[in-house]
């Protein structure tokens, strides 16, 4: 989903750069820009930055889960050390907890 939202981000920021570019002239070897510019230059921030976000997310996740995935069987961690129980009774409810030491 990460690497989906990125791309699409992605490609609406290079849209929305294009708006820009044909907004703006070279002058002198300077750009200069109108103010029609000034929507797509900050859209295209926008959608550059949520992209890069996207991206960075989607690829962390897919490399913890695949670090999930091959690791080890072993090196998992044992049962918890604290087991709830609940008991019902006609009259009350309880909740108990059961610790190893």
């Known amino acids: ?3 989906g939202t990125g791309v699409v981000f992605a490609l609406l920021a290079n849209g929305a750069r294009s708006d820009a570019r044909a907004a703006c002239a070279q002058l002198d070897g300077a ?3 109108s103010t029609a510019a000034r929507g797509p230059l900050n859209r295209d921030r926008r959608d550059s930055l949520v ?5 960075g997310l989607g690829v962390a996740a897919a490399i913890t ?3 999930l ?3 080890d069987r072993s ?3 044992a049962a918890p050390a604290v087991v709830p129980e609940a008991v019902v009774t006609r009259t009350r409810v309880e909740l108990r907890l059961h610790a190893r030491f």
């Not at 992209?51 to 991206?55: E, F, Q």
């Open 31 to 33: 750009r200069v820009c």
């Open 75 to 77: 090196t998992r961690e």
């Open 51 to 55: 992209a890069d976000i996207s991206l």
């Open 69 to 71: 995935l091959l690791r």
């Open 1 to 3: 989903v990460g690497v």
């Open 65 to 67: 889960g695949l670090v």
